[in-house]
């Protein structure tokens, strides 16, 4: 008997996972951020799915929640189940923003979420998963492989979780548990991290919080001129994230499951993805510049020029 613990599944690839594995007949338990406070996706969850599928309230960042969560999981599992037979920590949030502009706190909530939430459900789970002998998958992403203009903070999380499941893999092995990373490419528009209202609300924290000397040096009509060309480069990616949860199902059911799963929109992009990591950056850093001769230049480098 399989049964699941999918978090962040308020929306994105954690609600269409929950909606899909419910539909496969399986005991799904959704962990949403909202549960308990009236999310719109926890509530199309209880009213869509079977009832194999339960909500589940979960803040990954709070120790109580968690052991909550685990309790309740405990509870309801079905007679028939050892333990819990997979965790998917698919839970997180985005962070754009040249390095210089994001501030110590919003590094900190990224990294909090990304991921020691992924550290902290994976260690308060793994005594029902190596009952079950089952699995952990992690949700990463192709930008913890290969660091990008504007995204460091984002990026510095998936590859924390790169590192994590490949040590907790090896530590795993004794004990018949399989761990599975699964890398979406250009997927933004598939989550809800470029709604406008989400984008605008980073676009003036990074604004309200920049310290006064780098806003000065970069000026304003740069910092509005890239934070635009991120907005648009975000949005034109890939919509259909059927490609990814049929990764994620993989990684869950599969008896023997590949160790990764890099999921690109389309051939061209994994190509683009998996080259990036194997020529020399004398090649590849051109392939993700920002800058050319048209752009805005910082107001400092205007200044000197």
């Not at 028939?80 to 502009?101: F, K, R, T």
Request: charged share 25%; hydrophobic share 40%.
């Amino acid at each position: 008997m399989f049964d699941f613990l999918t978090t962040g599944c308020d929306s994105g690839f954690g609600f269409r996972l929950a909606k899909r594995l419910d539909s496969l007949g399986f005991t799904v338990f959704a962990g949403c951020l909202l549960a308990d406070s009236g999310g719109e996706g926890a509530k199309k969850l209880r009213a869509e799915c079977s009832s194999r599928l339960s909500t589940v309230q979960i803040d990954v960042t709070d120790d109580g929640q968690v052991k909550a969560a685990v309790q309740q999981v405990k509870d309801n599992l079905p007679t028939e189940s050892e333990g819990l037979y997979a965790l998917v920590n698919n839970a997180g949030v985005w962070q754009p923003g040249e390095i210089e502009w994001v501030s110590i706190a919003a590094y900190r909530r990224v990294m909090e979420v990304n991921t020691f939430g992924a550290v902290r459900v994976t260690k308060a789970f793994l005594p029902l998963i190596r009952k079950a002998k089952g699995r952990v998958v992690n949700v990463t992403s192709a930008a913890g492989l290969h660091a990008t203009p504007a995204a460091a903070a984002y990026c510095m999380t998936k590859a924390a979780v790169e590192f994590f499941s490949d040590a907790l893999r090896h530590e795993m092995h004794k004990w018949g548990v399989k761990v599975v990373i699964v890398e979406p490419g250009n997927f933004a528009p598939s989550t809800d991290i470029v709604l406008p209202e989400v984008f605008n609300k980073h676009t003036e924290d990074l604004r309200t919080n920049m310290e006064e000397a780098v806003k000065k040096d970069y000026g304003m009509e740069y910092f509005d001129f890239k934070m635009e060309q991120l907005r648009v480069e975000s949005e034109n990616e890939e919509k259909d994230p059927t490609a990814v949860i049929d990764a994620m199902v993989d990684a869950v059911t599969l008896t023997n499951p590949a160790h990764r799963y890099l999921v690109g929109s389309s051939f061209e992009d994994y190509l683009f993805w998996t080259w990036l990591g194997y020529f020399p950056t004398l090649w590849t850093d051109p392939t993700l510049s920002t800058e050319n001769g048209g752009e805005p230049k910082p107001a400092m480098l205007q200044e000197t020029n």
